[in-house]
Protein backbone atom coordinates (compact mmCIF):
# COMPACT_ATOMS: atom_id res chain seq x y z
CA UNK A 1 0.00 0.00 0.00
CA UNK A 2 2.74 2.37 1.06
CA UNK A 3 4.55 2.17 -2.34
CA UNK A 4 0.96 2.35 -4.51
CA UNK A 5 0.97 5.27 -2.33
CA UNK A 6 4.18 6.69 -3.71
CA UNK A 7 3.50 5.97 -6.96
CA UNK A 8 0.15 7.73 -6.76
CA UNK A 9 1.79 10.82 -5.45
CA UNK A 10 4.35 10.75 -8.27
CA UNK A 11 1.94 11.42 -10.87
CA UNK A 12 1.20 14.92 -9.37
CA UNK A 13 4.90 15.81 -10.49
CA UNK A 14 6.10 16.26 -14.14
CA UNK A 15 8.22 12.99 -14.58
CA UNK A 16 10.49 11.97 -17.68
CA UNK A 17 8.75 9.83 -20.24
CA UNK A 18 11.55 7.03 -18.96
CA UNK A 19 10.58 7.11 -15.38
CA UNK A 20 6.96 7.18 -16.06
CA UNK A 21 7.36 3.84 -17.98
CA UNK A 22 9.66 2.79 -14.18
CA UNK A 23 6.94 3.99 -12.52
CA UNK A 24 4.35 2.15 -14.09
CA UNK A 25 6.04 -0.94 -13.98
CA UNK A 26 6.50 -0.71 -10.12
CA UNK A 27 3.14 -0.35 -9.75
CA UNK A 28 2.13 -3.43 -11.70
CA UNK A 29 4.43 -4.99 -9.73
CA UNK A 30 3.57 -4.16 -6.60
CA UNK A 31 -0.18 -4.85 -7.15
CA UNK A 32 1.41 -8.38 -8.18
CA UNK A 33 2.66 -8.85 -4.73
CA UNK A 34 -0.52 -7.36 -3.06
CA UNK A 35 -2.53 -10.11 -5.36
CA UNK A 36 -0.37 -13.09 -4.40
CA UNK A 37 -0.39 -11.82 -0.51
CA UNK A 38 -3.96 -11.89 -0.70
CA UNK A 39 -4.08 -15.12 -2.27
CA UNK A 40 -2.15 -16.56 0.37
CA UNK A 41 -4.05 -15.20 3.02
CA UNK A 42 -7.29 -17.41 1.40
CA UNK A 43 -4.98 -20.29 1.12
CA UNK A 44 -4.46 -20.80 4.92
CA UNK A 45 -8.12 -22.11 4.67
CA UNK A 46 -7.72 -24.07 1.99
CA UNK A 47 -9.20 -27.39 2.53
CA UNK A 48 -11.50 -26.28 4.91
CA UNK A 49 -13.40 -23.88 2.82
CA UNK A 50 -16.64 -25.83 1.25
CA UNK A 51 -17.29 -26.64 -2.29
CA UNK A 52 -20.41 -26.40 -4.21
CA UNK A 53 -22.18 -25.61 -7.64
CA UNK A 54 -21.06 -22.41 -8.87
CA UNK A 55 -21.54 -20.57 -12.21
CA UNK A 56 -18.21 -19.92 -14.69
CA UNK A 57 -19.68 -16.38 -15.74
CA UNK A 58 -20.07 -15.53 -12.17
CA UNK A 59 -16.52 -16.20 -11.19
CA UNK A 60 -14.58 -15.16 -14.23
CA UNK A 61 -12.62 -12.11 -13.13
CA UNK A 62 -14.60 -9.72 -15.40
CA UNK A 63 -14.45 -6.73 -13.22
CA UNK A 64 -10.53 -6.97 -12.59
CA UNK A 65 -10.24 -6.23 -16.74
CA UNK A 66 -7.97 -3.37 -17.71
CA UNK A 67 -9.54 -1.35 -20.31
CA UNK A 68 -7.25 -2.54 -23.09
CA UNK A 69 -8.31 -6.37 -22.39
CA UNK A 70 -11.50 -7.94 -23.06
CA UNK A 71 -12.69 -11.50 -22.46
CA UNK A 72 -15.20 -13.44 -24.06
CA UNK A 73 -16.67 -16.88 -22.79
CA UNK A 74 -18.45 -19.30 -25.28
CA UNK A 75 -19.23 -22.00 -22.25
CA UNK A 76 -22.73 -20.60 -21.97
CA UNK A 77 -24.22 -21.09 -18.64
CA UNK A 78 -21.61 -23.93 -17.25
CA UNK A 79 -21.59 -24.67 -13.53
CA UNK A 80 -18.75 -26.41 -12.03
CA UNK A 81 -18.52 -27.88 -8.53
CA UNK A 82 -15.66 -26.94 -7.04
CA UNK A 83 -13.90 -25.14 -4.08
CA UNK A 84 -14.96 -21.51 -3.30
CA UNK A 85 -11.49 -20.22 -3.83
CA UNK A 86 -11.54 -21.16 -7.67
CA UNK A 87 -12.57 -17.64 -8.12
CA UNK A 88 -9.04 -16.67 -7.18
CA UNK A 89 -7.40 -19.37 -9.92
CA UNK A 90 -9.38 -17.54 -12.36
CA UNK A 91 -8.19 -13.89 -10.92
CA UNK A 92 -5.04 -15.57 -10.81
CA UNK A 93 -5.09 -16.53 -14.64
CA UNK A 94 -6.01 -13.00 -15.60
CA UNK A 95 -3.22 -11.76 -13.47
CA UNK A 96 -0.71 -14.11 -14.81
CA UNK A 97 -1.59 -13.29 -18.63
CA UNK A 98 -1.39 -9.33 -17.86
CA UNK A 99 1.96 -9.85 -16.11
CA UNK A 100 3.80 -12.35 -18.10
CA UNK A 101 1.69 -12.24 -21.56
CA UNK A 102 2.92 -8.52 -22.22
CA UNK A 103 1.10 -7.80 -25.28
CA UNK A 104 -2.20 -9.31 -23.91
CA UNK A 105 -5.49 -7.93 -25.55
CA UNK A 106 -7.66 -10.49 -25.99
CA UNK A 107 -9.14 -13.52 -23.54
CA UNK A 108 -10.96 -16.24 -25.15
CA UNK A 109 -12.73 -18.89 -23.04
CA UNK A 110 -14.39 -22.08 -24.38
CA UNK A 111 -15.24 -25.41 -22.90
CA UNK A 112 -14.97 -29.19 -24.72
CA UNK A 113 -17.10 -32.14 -23.52
CA UNK A 114 -14.66 -34.98 -23.25
CA UNK A 115 -14.85 -38.99 -23.09
CA UNK A 116 -13.47 -38.18 -19.55
CA UNK A 117 -15.65 -35.11 -18.57
CA UNK A 118 -15.01 -31.54 -19.93
CA UNK A 119 -12.23 -29.53 -20.66
CA UNK A 120 -12.03 -25.46 -19.73
CA UNK A 121 -9.54 -23.74 -21.85
CA UNK A 122 -8.29 -20.19 -21.09
CA UNK A 123 -6.39 -19.10 -24.03
CA UNK A 124 -4.94 -15.17 -24.46
CA UNK A 125 -3.08 -13.66 -27.24
CA UNK A 126 0.13 -12.80 -25.50
CA UNK A 127 3.35 -13.70 -26.08
CA UNK A 128 2.96 -17.32 -24.63
CA UNK A 129 4.83 -19.67 -22.31
CA UNK A 130 8.16 -20.84 -23.28
CA UNK A 131 8.13 -25.14 -23.77
CA UNK A 132 10.57 -25.39 -21.16
CA UNK A 133 8.63 -23.85 -17.99
CA UNK A 134 5.69 -25.56 -19.29
CA UNK A 135 5.85 -27.55 -15.92
CA UNK A 136 7.63 -25.34 -14.11
CA UNK A 137 5.25 -22.57 -14.14
CA UNK A 138 3.06 -24.69 -11.65
CA UNK A 139 6.06 -25.03 -9.04
CA UNK A 140 6.66 -23.30 -5.98
CA UNK A 141 8.85 -20.46 -5.82
CA UNK A 142 9.28 -20.69 -10.43
CA UNK A 143 8.48 -17.13 -11.40
CA UNK A 144 9.31 -13.30 -11.52
CA UNK A 145 7.16 -12.62 -8.53
CA UNK A 146 6.31 -14.62 -5.44
CA UNK A 147 6.18 -17.72 -7.59
CA UNK A 148 2.89 -18.90 -5.74
CA UNK A 149 -0.03 -18.38 -8.21
CA UNK A 150 0.04 -21.03 -10.04
CA UNK A 151 1.50 -22.96 -7.78
CA UNK A 152 -1.36 -22.98 -5.34
CA UNK A 153 -4.25 -22.24 -8.20
CA UNK A 154 -3.27 -25.91 -9.28
CA UNK A 155 -3.30 -26.82 -5.52
CA UNK A 156 -7.19 -25.51 -5.13
CA UNK A 157 -8.23 -27.26 -7.95
CA UNK A 158 -6.78 -30.41 -7.07
CA UNK A 159 -8.50 -30.18 -3.98
CA UNK A 160 -11.86 -30.29 -6.07
CA UNK A 161 -10.63 -32.77 -8.24
CA UNK A 162 -9.74 -30.34 -11.56
CA UNK A 163 -6.38 -30.56 -13.39
CA UNK A 164 -4.67 -28.22 -15.07
CA UNK A 165 -1.86 -27.81 -17.25
CA UNK A 166 -0.32 -25.56 -20.21
CA UNK A 167 -0.69 -26.29 -23.59
CA UNK A 168 0.09 -23.07 -25.75
CA UNK A 169 2.38 -22.23 -28.32
CA UNK A 170 5.47 -20.03 -27.82
CA UNK A 171 4.65 -16.80 -29.57
CA UNK A 172 0.95 -17.42 -30.42
CA UNK A 173 -0.34 -16.89 -26.28
CA UNK A 174 -0.81 -18.94 -23.15
CA UNK A 175 -3.40 -21.57 -23.24
CA UNK A 176 -4.26 -23.51 -19.88
CA UNK A 177 -6.47 -26.26 -19.96
CA UNK A 178 -8.42 -27.45 -16.91
CA UNK A 179 -9.57 -31.06 -17.16
CA UNK A 180 -13.21 -31.18 -14.95
CA UNK A 181 -14.53 -34.77 -14.06
CA UNK A 182 -17.91 -36.08 -15.55
CA UNK A 183 -19.69 -35.11 -12.21
CA UNK A 184 -18.21 -31.70 -11.59
CA UNK A 185 -19.93 -29.43 -14.21
CA UNK A 186 -23.62 -29.81 -15.25
CA UNK A 187 -25.43 -26.55 -17.99
CA UNK A 188 -27.86 -24.41 -16.96
CA UNK A 189 -30.62 -23.01 -19.37
CA UNK A 190 -28.80 -20.54 -21.05
CA UNK A 191 -27.14 -20.67 -23.83
CA UNK A 192 -24.53 -17.96 -26.10
CA UNK A 193 -21.50 -16.08 -25.97
CA UNK A 194 -20.88 -13.32 -23.55
CA UNK A 195 -17.77 -10.72 -24.08
CA UNK A 196 -16.74 -8.25 -21.88
CA UNK A 197 -14.29 -5.76 -22.22
Not at 65 to 92: M, W
Request: glycine fraction near 8%; hydrophobic fraction near 35%; proline fraction near 4%.
Amino acid sequence: MVILSYIEMSQDYEIEPILLDFCEKIKDAANAIRTQIEFTKLFKDFGITEQKWQKLEEILPYKDLPRHVSITSYCGDLQIFADTLIEKVFFNLLDNSLQHGETVTDIKISCRNTDDGLIIIWNDNGKGIPAFEKEKIFERGFGRNTGLGLFLSREVLLNSGITIKETGTPGEGARFEMNVPKDGFRYGPREGIKTVN
